[in-house]
């Protein structure tokens, strides 16, 4: 069955420094991969997506993340992270008949 | 810019109440789709919607049903609520049935956090 499996719960950063969240997926043919992000109280934003081509996707606000088919993932990461993505973070895979697949989040603190 | 609105922030109800929660799009998209969303479990779908009228079933749909009379709306509906369905509820939409491309993006509403006491 198709699935994506966030591992990290909770990640706590200082501002400034770099970030990685996380990403594998199960799904039998070609991905489109997506990360979406989630501030306190709002519905979901997307920060980027990847559906073909060049495995290195560049989204909004400085993120972006890098698709590996070896190894079914797609981490996302920011080289200098700021208090204001603090947030929950959600990657998803479209499945057939355009649904989504959903992992469980990852909530990043950002401590100063 | 697509906006996707959800008729309440906030809801509280009782046990046993008949709750409505809806979701409209202003983009004419095909599909909408109404998710909850509980801590450490991420969304779920609920169920989808690919045309008016048309309504299919997602991973839990136990407990509630939906109504698409027109293009832009897309209601939840809890015959009788029960605090088990206390959580975050989330609307999205999406242009293309199937296939492949750029259309496939969901754009999501704010959310509608219901208490069920």
């Known amino acids: 069955a198709q699935s994506v499996t966030q591992p990290d719960i909770h990640i706590t950063v200082s501002e400034g420094a770099s970030l990685e969240l996380r990403c594998n997926y199960s799904y039998g043919a070609t991905p489109y991969l997506f990360w979406y992000v989630q501030s306190p109280g709002q519905g979901l934003q997307l920060l980027l997506k990847?559906?073909?081509?060049?495995?290195l996707v560049q989204g909004i606000k400085g993120f972006e993340a890098e698709f590996k088919r070896s190894q079914s993932s797609f981490n996302l990461r920011k080289p200098s992270v700021h208090w204001s993505d603090a947030a929950e973070y959600f990657c998803?895979?479209?499945?057939?008949?355009?649904?989504?697949?959903f992992g469980a989040g990852t909530i990043l603190r950002v401590k100063s | 810019d697509v906006k996707v609105t959800q008729s309440s922030r906030y809801l509280v109800k009782r046990t046993g109440e008949k709750v409505f929660l809806e979701c409209v799009q202003d983009m004419d998209h095909e599909n909408m789709f109404w998710y909850r969303q509980d801590p450490g479990l991420g969304l779920r779908l609920i169920y989808f919607s690919y045309d008016v009228k048309m309504k299919e079933k997602g991973d839990i749909p136990e407990g509630y049903s939906v109504s698409r009379e027109k293009k832009e709306r897309f209601s939840l509906i809890l015959e009788s609520a029960s605090t088990n369905q206390t959580s975050m509820y989330l609307c999205a939409s999406t242009h293309v049935r199937g296939g492949g491309g750029e259309d496939n993006e969901q754009f999501f509403g704010p959310g509608t956090r219901l208490t069920v006491l």
């Open positions: 990847y559906f073909s081509g060049d495995t």
């Open positions: 998803a895979v479209l499945i057939y008949g355009n649904k989504l697949v």
